[in-house]
T-cell receptor
């Protein structure tokens, strides 16, 4: 069974602070996706990384896929209240079409 | 692109009753997924369809759960003899054909409460 562990589970910070969220597994994934989910809504894709060591930037968000494709991180610079939400990583494994989701990191950014 | 639509948004039922949820995927998407999410957790995979064929089903899925996608378009998820542990958000997602690492497009879910 492939498992994805996210840390921290919960993070409450002040506006303007930086933060990093981690997604770790003992399994190798062919791709890693990050989603954000707001209350009462489904998750929405932020980014997909597929190559070991790959770094992608989306405005103030920086995503990295580990060299061995077993882990990933999400770094947010100068967090804003609009960044509040549940951040989910999800791993894909080629032959298995369904994504495996991590347990999520709930981020709260206080104004 | 009208997005993935799920109905109903909320369902309250008594233990032992049967419930059925509906999902309408994005029209050109041939892949459809059902996930379950409990409070504070990530989505847990239930089952996956490609067109009308159910290609994957979680081993965690009780035989009280059944899903169909008869014409390869909309899908239904039925839970028979509901239990309090079935209370959760049931999420449907779809993705386009023939693309590796396709993102999942989620609906806003059906929240089930079993009393």
């Amino acid at each position: 069974t492939q498992l994805l562990e996210q840390s921290p589970q919960f993070l409450s910070i002040q506006e303007g602070e930086n933060l990093t969220v981690y997604c770790n597994s003992s399994s190798v994934f062919s791709s890693l996706q990050w989603y954000r989910q707001e209350p009462g809504e489904g998750p929405v894709l932020l980014v997909t990384v597929v190559t070991g060591g790959e770094v992608k930037k989306l405005k103030r968000l920086t995503f990295q896929f580990g060299d061995a494709r077993k882990d990933s991180s999400l770094h947010i610079t100068a967090a804003q209240p609009g960044d509040t939400g549940l951040y989910l990583c999800a791993g894909g494994s080629g032959g298995r079409r369904a994504l495996t989701f991590g347990s999520g990191t709930r981020l709260q950014v206080q104004p | 692109d009208t997005g993935v639509s799920q109905d109903p948004r909320h369902k309250i039922t008594k233990r032992g009753q049967n419930v059925t949820f509906r999902c309408d995927p994005i029209s050109e998407h041939n892949r459809l997924y059902w996930y379950r999410q409990t409070l504070g957790q990530g989505p847990e995979f239930l089952t996956y369809f490609q067109n009308e064929a159910q290609l994957e089903k979680s081993r965690l899925l009780s035989d009280r759960f059944s899903a169909e996608r008869p014409k390869g378009s909309f899908s239904t998820l039925e839970i028979q003899r509901t239990e309090q542990g079935d209370s959760a958000m049931y999420l449907c997602a779809s993705s386009p054909p023939d693309r590796d690492n396709s993102p999942l497009h989620f609906g806003n879910g059906t929240r089930l409460t079993v009393t």
